[in-house]
């Protein structure tokens, strides 16, 4: 199992890096647009908190999106690696003028201010990374089990908030992923082409 997973996290981070900048631009923009659409749907005009991250290793890049929802007066939030267990994220806000520094992958994270954090169930939306997802809203990270270990109560106590969506380019889509009993469900993945439901 965690062979076929491990085969399957190689063969669709190499597609996903072979894709070329201008198809990455025009999938940021695409991703803008639906997920502007998605808050339509879900009739959030303002005021939402929204947790993102900083692209890395190919993903879809969110930055059009993080400065879109700035200007709509949302408000984001980036996940930092927590500095004592290093195994779970914190949420904390970002702004345009946040100091911010390398984690250990290199990618950057807001400077800890503990003033700054959001408990996770008051994010209204989670927007996550992911290498592959499935036609049943399973997803695959990059092997560190953060956003898994980070939602391990969700599901058990029933949080309604925040919702989970999973953001990853087309060709990051499998059928079947093969799931373990850590893996928390998406409610929704967002493509550059479509949203998908559950
Ligand atoms: N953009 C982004 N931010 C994120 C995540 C993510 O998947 N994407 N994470 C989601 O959980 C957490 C970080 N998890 C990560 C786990 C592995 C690697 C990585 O590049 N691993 C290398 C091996 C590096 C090593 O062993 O030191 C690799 O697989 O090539 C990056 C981020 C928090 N922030
Ligand atoms: N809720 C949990 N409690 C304890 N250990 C967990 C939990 N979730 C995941 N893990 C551990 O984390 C490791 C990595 O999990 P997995 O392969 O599912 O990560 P991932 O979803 O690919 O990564 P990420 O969420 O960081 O993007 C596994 O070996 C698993 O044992």
């Known amino acids: 199992m965690s062979q076929q997973r491990a085969t399957i996290r190689q063969e669709t ?10 198809e990455q631009k025009i999938a ?11 808050l339509k ?15 890395n290793d190919s ?7 993080i400065k879109d929802l700035w ?22 806000r970002y702004e345009e003028n946040s100091p911010m520094r390398p984690n250990r992958y290199g990618i950057l994270e807001p400077k800890l201010n503990c003033s700054q954090i959001c408990p996770l169930a ?28 980070t939602l391990a109560r969700y599901e058990k106590e029933n949080w309604q908030k925040p919702q989970l969506i999973g953001l990853a380019h087309q060709c990051q889509h499998v ?11 998406l409610k929704f993945i967002i493509t550059p082409q479509k949203i998908y439901h559950w």
């Open 13 to 22: 981070r190499r597609k996903r890096n072979s894709l070329s900048n201008n």
């Open 28 to 38: 940021a923009s695409a991703l803008k647009v639906n997920f502007t659409q998605h």
């Open 41 to 55: 749907l879900q009739k959030t005009t303002q005021n939402a908190h929204v947790g993102i991250y900083l692209s």
């Open 59 to 65: 993903e879809l890049d969110t930055s059009l999106l």
């Open 71 to 92: 200007s709509k007066n949302h408000t984001t939030y980036l996940p930092i690696i927590h500095p004592f267990n290093g195994t779970t994220l914190y949420f904390q």
């Open 122 to 149: 008051e994010l209204d939306y989670l927007l996550m990374p992911l290498v592959a997802f499935d036609d049943h809203g399973n997803r695959l990270g990059m092997g560190g089990g953060f956003y898994d270990k």
């Open 175 to 185: 059928e079947n992923l093969p799931i373990e009993s850590w893996d928390v469900p």
